[in-house]
């Protein structure tokens, strides 16, 4: 037998054809068509039914249980609840949560949206105490968080929470705030205010943060040091590039410092030297080639920016840059 | 290698390259692109093998459990996705999990999918024969979008399925998710 027979012949999915004699219409692409036997949803194989019910989020497939015994058995087996997909509204409730303790050995997966939930302060614990109560199922295998708006300290508390090693914790079209804490000093904050300043936007990116990063012997300085490094990392991953309006203030105050602390302003190959290395480290290699002292940064990245306020500050504060001009 | 084609009518897609041809199960014999072909992963494993094997060049591949009318529509879709699609890499599971739950069906897979109910499942188990992933989760989702929509009833009636629950047995499932019960069907979600 011709191995391609062989091949094609295991995937016979044995459905059940019966006819009802109807002729279907055919909207969109089709022209009128004989009658052909119908097949029906309750004819379709097991696998195609778990086909489908992968698709279906939880509370969807709770519905779903109700319809008869086959679709209650396949909707309350443990692979069916291997991934669950959860809005944030649905874990205002209760009994849901109750629901899924119950079941949570067998979940694997989690996908959780939020919608972008605004003014709710308890949506960010909801999250937290969501995600823990997963933390010892030894299967799990990641957590996804969608579409939510996130202050970093929760998601440090999370991050420090004891998840199975194997556990993922991927981020996407999140928005991120409170992380100017983990790119400037504290003293700076006066300093930053400007549009958008302190959030990050994860768009369509997804971004791994490190879990169980709760260090035994580390101080709580150093843990957070340690998270603000993986802050910064997504932070550069998916800051976009500057606009006009963050371009001309940054240039207005860089300027300032410049002349507060009585710099040249325009010259400084060593000036220029410093920058473009922080560029080098920051962007990408297309930025390379920016006349830095002439300030045409168009083109970089929130994050760069900071970081390139930070060393002018911590330079022209310890005399440094003076000294080598 | 199968000659189906002797006895079938022969319908040609006029396209420059390599030509695979298949026959559907009435013995409907189509000819194919090379790379509208290969979007079946079926069908790309036994052109390797065949590859293998010097297969000729005559060969017919048999889809046996995919009909003409179905075969046509797969068709539309493989052609039309063959010249929109970039190719993509294989999906990690998270990016899947979340294609799966986030991801609107686009406009134009949603007017090729806007057919009777029946068809879709003939199109979704055919594209799983076939191993057409993209095409088998849109119809998953788009069936799955339409129970979602619905009550317990109207789904017991749309396809006449029989409430087979002993009293107790339903009460015991109507007290498990009893939270859901308040929840209105999702017009039109995702979700």
Redo the contacts between chains.
Sequence with gaps: M????R???K???S?HLHSTGEA???????RP?PS?P?????D?HD??LD???????L??A????????R??DHLDAPFQLC?L?L?NKDLL?E??RE?IKERRNFVR?I?Y?GKYVFGQEDANTRLYQFCCMFQNVSDM??I?L??HNISSSMLRKLTEKTFPKQC?L?L?KLLVSDVDRYLIPESWYSLTIERRSGSTRIGNL?VEIDMNVNVEGKTEQEKEVMFGRQVQRMAHACATPMDEYEICALKTRLNRMVFVHNVPGSSGAWLEQVLKDILKQHEGPEFLFVNVVQLELGGLRPLTVRLVERLLMEIMSSGVLNNNL | ??TAASSSTSETIAEPGLKIKVSTKEGEVFELDEKVAKMSQ?IR??LE??GE?NGGDDSV?????V?T?IFR?IL?WLKYHAGHDKEEAPK????E??A???EEIPEWDQ??L??????I??I??AA??LDIKKL??LC??T???I??TK??EQ??E????????TPE??EE??K?????ED?PP?QGSN?
Aim: aromatic fraction near 10%; glycine fraction near 4%; charge should be positive.
């Design positions: 011709p191995r391609y027979k091949k094609l012949s995937m016979d999915h459905t279907q219409p055919e909207p969109g692409q089709g068509e052909h119908k097949l029906h949803f309750h379709v696998i195609a086909l489908v019910f992968k698709h279906v989020s509370p969807s709770c519905v779903l249980r109700r319809v008869c015994k679709w209650n991934t997909a809005l409730r009994d849901l629901y997966n996908l949206y295998q990641r996804v969608s579409e993922r991927f996407t997804l | 290698m199968s079926v494993g036994i093998d065949l094997q591949l048999p889809l046996t459990q009909e009318r529509k539309v990690a599971e998270e990016d999990i979340i799966r739950f986030c007017k090729f806007n057919v009777d109910q029946a068809v499942l003939e979704m188990l799983d024969y088998r989760g998953c989702k069936v799955a979008n129970l979602k009550t317990v789904i017991r749309m396809y006449g399925i029989e409430n087979d629950f047995e339903e499932i109507r498990q998710t009893a939270w859901c929840e999702r979700h």
